[in-house]
């Protein structure tokens, strides 16, 4: 019997897992259905700042997992981690925010408490910001976080910030300070040594991992959860031959990701109660939002061909050097509502290394989808429908996206430092492709070699292997044309969030209190990115740990900064306007200045 079961170990579930256990009276048990992964056993793949190899290894995620991203797509791979450390372990290294309004807008969508000044206290707990200090940022957390250096920063991306500033995107120091359009060196979480660091190594590190009310069980699936009338009392393990072992709890969190948490909370009857019924399971609680509200940022690219000078000299440098943040302007839309990534490279392999791009996102998207079962089988992946671009505003923000992307890279200021310029996504075909292996690697030498030497011949080549015959002037002349590419090849960016998500209790949608208790069960919480009512304009792996970080602070009764409110008022509304100070200022708490709920 533990005091508290943590099933998933993913970004959030790590945190859980150290947090808890920092009370040596509490036993705390981990269990991951994926391998483990500590700073001694990473791969290079994983290890490196790099983050090309580690996410096409079927061996790091749910190798049968698919998803519908549009209404009109096939079903395609959708890269959802497993094994320790979940997303923090393959993901792009990306450490932001989003906008303070995101946090408000979850208040204000039922999460009481959970307002920006609220969730800054936690995010500047996760952190050791090599670069900024002062109010917003921390300075002693577990996730470090910097910036490429300028030497650092390649020729094409640099050529890309130019010819932005030049169209009045004015570039910012800290794209985690005040919240504002323009471009930013992008803020990535990497060791000292430069190494990739997921939640399974900074926050369960040996010291913790010695622990000896903590015990870390990986290679093992979660069948389904066990209660006693509606109280949680633990969950069932099941092998592949069959066999099952019953672990028990006082209390049950689950933090399998946006995808597996609603799955799990389905197949133990806590869901849409026709729906469950149907697949032969028992009700405990019918709760119609779970699996409900799913969210993506879709996305679309402009890439171009890169001359020998315009490449990086350092190929393992991360390649999401920098990013422009701007704002649609669309009715019904909010500032900053749009993303830009851009890569000095677009793959890990040697086609990559020669083609620049511009990775633009939907920041904010509204577009909605589901997940449900297929089965009450544990060994069958759910259904996923993403349906982005469901929504028209989030169609009409990726054509923009396209159009703006293709004017920075034709600009003047990019000649030299680009060749042919094409739309791209990271598509069924892209993924296949990247694929380590002898025959891809033959067929991309190949391809690589051809684009070196084709001289005028280039775009035509692009143009007939690459995007199979679709060139950027013909979709930028043809708004129909536009729209069918995007509608096609719209992509997501691996940030599933919202499936079990907090309300009050008044919303039957809602799946959980502010406090990610369970409405209809006792004993049971929820934890990771399926929390969200709405998604941030953010990668989403460092809000999910400040999730952890609250929920945990939250499950042990305590709140950081509380006993200093009354000496410290600061106020954030309706956004921070606090400058950043350099790394040597010093970096008061930050108070809560509305009320919690009891267990935040």
Same mark, same amino acid.
């Given at each position: 019997?533990?005091?508290?079961?943590?099933?998933?170990?993913g970004s959030a579930g790590c945190v859980l897992a150290a947090r808890l256990s920092e009370d040596a009276r509490a036993s705390v048990c981990l269990v991951e259905a994926g391998r483990d992964i500590s700073a001694r056993t990473m791969p290079d793949a994983i290890r490196s700042r790099y983050p090309g190899r580690a996410y096409l290894d079927t061996r790091n995620i749910w190798q049968a997992l698919k998803a519908r991203m549009s209404g009109s797509a096939s079903l395609r791979r959708y890269e959802q981690a497993r094994l320790l450390g979940g997303g923090s372990a393959i993901n792009a290294l990306m450490a932001n925010r989003g906008s303070p309004a995101d946090y408000d807008e979850w208040e204000a969508l039922g999460a009481q408490g959970w307002n920006w000044q609220s969730c800054l206290p936690y995010f500047r707990r996760l952190e050791t910001d090599c670069d900024f200090s002062g109010q917003l940022h921390g300075g002693d957390g577990p996730l470090r976080i910097q910036r490429a250096a300028w030497p650092r920063v390649s020729p094409f991306v640099r050529a890309v910030l130019a010819s932005l500033a030049q169209s009045g995107h004015a570039m910012h120091d800290d794209q985690n300070g005040p919240w504002e359009d323009g471009t930013f060196i992008g803020s990535i979480a990497v060791s000292a040594k430069g190494e990739r660091i997921p939640t399974s190594v900074c926050y369960l590190d040996d010291a913790t991992r010695a622990r000896s009310?903590?015990? *870390?069980?990986?290679?093992?699936?979660?069948?389904?959860?066990?209660?006693?009338?509606?109280?949680?009392?633990?969950a069932r393990i099941v092998r592949d031959d069959g066999t099952h072992e019953d672990v028990h709890a006082r209390r049950?969190?689950?933090?399998?990701?946006?995808?597996?948490?609603?799955?799990?909370?389905?197949?133990?009857?806590?869901?849409?109660?026709?729906?469950?019924?149907?697949?032969?399971?028992?009700?405990?609680?019918?709760?119609?939002?779970?699996?409900?509200?799913?969210?993506?940022?879709?996305? *679309?690219a402009v890439s171009a061909f890169l001359p020998r000078a315009a490449r990086t000299p350092f190929?393992?440098?991360h390649h999401e050097q920098a990013i422009v943040r701007f704002s649609s302007g669309l009715p019904g839309t909010v500032q900053g509502d749009m993303h830009g990534a851009i890569l000095s490279r677009s793959g890990w392999h040697s086609v990559g290394y020669r083609l620049g791009t511009i990775f633009f996102w939907v920041n904010k998207s509204y577009s909605r989808g589901r997940v449900t079962l297929a089965s009450a089988n544990v060994f069958d992946e759910p259904i996923v429908e993403f349906a982005m671009l469901s929504d028209a505003r989030d169609l009409e923000r990726l054509k923009l996206?396209?159009?703006?992307?293709?004017?920075?890279?034709?600009?003047?200021s990019m000649n030299g430092h680009r060749d042919v310029i094409f739309p791209s996504s990271y598509s069924p075909r892209v993924a296949a492709v990247a694929v380590p292996g002898a025959w891809n690697a033959a067929q991309r030498g190949m391809l690589s070699a051809l684009?070196?030497?084709a001289g005028p011949m280039r775009g035509a080549l692009i143009k007939g292997v690459v995007t199979q015959g679709v060139s950027i002037g013909e979709l930028l002349g043809d708004d129909d044309a536009l729209t069918a590419f995007v509608m096609r090849n719209v992509g997501g960016t691996w940030h599933p969030s919202g499936t079990c998500?907090?309300?009050?209790?008044?919303? =039957?949608?809602?799946?959980?209190?502010?406090?990610g208790a369970v409405y209809g069960v006792e004993g049971l919480h929820v934890c990771d990115a399926s929390l969200m009512p709405s998604i941030p304009c953010a990668n989403t792996n460092v809000p999910t740990i400040m999730i952890a970080e609250r929920v945990a602070e939250?499950?042990?009764?305590?709140?950081?900064?509380?006993?200093?409110? =009354?000496?410290?008022?600061?106020?954030?509304?309706p956004y921070p306007t606090i400058p950043f100070t350099s790394k040597n200022a010093s970096s008061p708490h930050s108070p809560y200045s509305r009320p919690l709920p009891d267990c935040l």
């Open positions: 019997m533990f005091d508290t079961l943590i099933l998933g170990g009310n903590l015990t *870390i069980r990986t290679g093992e699936v979660i069948e389904r959860i066990l209660f006693d009338g509606t109280r949680a009392i633990g049950v969190i689950v933090s399998a990701g946006a995808i597996h948490s609603p799955a799990l909370l389905m197949r133990s009857g806590i869901g849409p109660a026709d729906e469950l019924a149907a697949l032969g399971i028992d009700v405990r609680a019918d709760r119609p939002g779970v699996g409900r509200n799913l969210m993506e940022h879709p996305s *679309i190929p393992d440098e996206a396209l159009r703006f992307g293709a004017a920075v890279l034709a600009s003047p684009l070196d030497i998500r907090m309300g009050s209790s008044s919303d =039957a949608y809602a799946v959980t209190d502010s406090c939250g499950l042990r009764g305590t709140s950081p900064d509380k006993r200093e409110a =009354a000496a410290h008022t600061l106020d954030y509304s």
